[in-house]
Every structure is written in C-alpha cells, then in structure tokens.
T-cell receptor, first 112, second 115 residues
Framework: NAGVTQTPKFRVLKTGQSMTLLCAQD?????MYWYRQDPGMGLRLIHY???????AKGEVPDGYNVSRLKKQNFLLGLESAAPSQTSVYFC???????????FGPGTRLTVT | AQSVAQPEDQVNVAEGNPLTVKCTYS??????LFWYVQYPNRGLQFLLK??????LVKGSYGFEAEFNKSQTSFHLKKPSALVSDSALYFC?????????????FGTGTQLKVEL
C-alpha cells in the first residue's frame, strides 16, 4: 500500500514550457486535491475532484488545468509555465466519510 | 468564507516542557478541525481531528488538541516535548456546508524543541 505518490519529485522548467504532474492513490478514495505550498502562505488549493470525471476550481486555479480520467489518478497541468508557479506542489486524497486528507511527498517545481 | 489563523510563526520549547501551538478559526456552521505535521522535505501527515463529541481530542505521537467553541480555538498541545517533535505544524478547518471535504489551512507554525 503506497498511499499517495507523486511524479516527478523535482522539475526545472523554462518560462513558457508545459508539463504534467501525476498523482496516484491506491486507497480507493473518492476525493483528490492539488495544493501549492509557498513560504509564509501555507497550503492553497488549486483544483480538486469529487470523483472520476469531475473537477472543480479551488482558491488559486489560474494557469493550471486538471483531469481525473481514472479514480486513482489526478493530473495537474501547466500549459505555459511562469516564474510565479515556482512552488512545492502537493497532491492529497480523502475518503468520502472520514474527512481527513492524505498527502503525497510533493513535487518541487522551479520555473526560470 | 472559512479561515484559519496561526498567530505564531515559530514556537520554541525546551525538551521535556509542555508545548502549545495556537489555532483560531472562522467558519459557517459546525467546524471540522484538523492538525497536520510536516517534516522537512516531506508531505503533510495527519495528527488528529475534531468532528464532534469530547472537546479534548487525542492523536498521534502523544499530541492532543482542545476544541473551544466560545473562543473559536483549537490549540495543539503535548505534555512533554521531544526534540523529534521539531517540525512545521498546520491547523486546518472544513465547514460542514462545503462539498468535497475541502480544507482551509493556516500559514503554519514552526516548532523548535531544544535540549
């Protein structure tokens, strides 16, 4: 049982490049989330999903897109990376009934 | 809109002394409250939660938290701190009116436990 995994762990992009971050969970959780963590700002919700095929915007969705084609996977895309998207990105999942979220190890992204 | 405040950026405690990390919240309806811990270069780990029931909630690693509805607070406590407790602690709240179990996190409190 690996829990929540994220790929890749580190990435450096140039401004304007695109990339996709992959999140996978093996706990059969209904809900999944993408956050970004910046110093002094805590975690901010980017997008989330309440089930396969559904996505919704969070607090800071601009510049990001997501897809959840399979229940166990949640993808975060950056179409045209900007330096302001330099951050640590965390994926999380949550069961429908017990409310707490389980986090992946994070992806450190630098945009130059 | 719901919000969480962690008024202290850093808390310093001597090993063996009790520790408190403060959290206050604002939410419509009944609050669901959580504490998470983050060690360097790691994801967040769930410590404990308050949904309903006893105001004193016990969690992992000897931590506990006290829910105080009148003061809208949910302070994290431990009777005897360990050096290994040094980490970044986040308080989070979920309002019962929201969908998707969305959480709003505080900005975090760095706990430093010294010998």
């Amino acid at each position: 049982n690996a829990g929540v995994t994220q790929t890749p762990k580190f990435r450096v992009l140039k401004t304007g490049q695109s990339m996709t971050l992959l999140c996978a969970q093996d706990m059969n959780h209904e809900y999944m989330y993408w956050y970004r963590q910046d110093p002094g700002m805590g975690l901010r919700l980017i997008h989330y999903s309440v089930g396969e095929g559904t996505t919704a915007k969070g607090e800071v969705p601009d510049g990001y897109n997501v897809s959840r084609l399979k229940k166990q996977n949640f993808l975060l895309g950056l179409e045209s990376a900007a330096p302001s998207q330099t951050s640590v990105y965390f994926c999380a999942s949550s069961p429908f009934t017990t409310y707490e979220q389980y986090f992946g190890p994070g992806t450190r992204l630098t945009v130059t | 809109a719901q919000s969480v405040a962690q008024p202290e950026d850093q808390v310093n405690v001597a090993e063996g002394n009790p520790l408190t990390v403060k959290c206050t919240y604002s939410v419509s309806g009944n609050p669901y409250l959580f504490w998470y811990v983050q060690y360097p270069n790691r994801g967040l780990q769930f410590l404990l939660k308050y949904i309903t029931g006893d105001n004193l909630v016990k969690g992992s690693y000897g931590f506990e938290a006290e829910f105080n509805k009148s003061q809208t607070s949910f302070h994290l406590k431990k009777p005897s701190a360990l050096v290994s407790d040094s980490a970044l602690y986040f308080c989070a709240v979920r309002g019962d009116a929201g969908g998707g179990n969305k959480l709003t996190f505080g900005t975090g409190t760095q706990l430093k436990v010294e010998l």
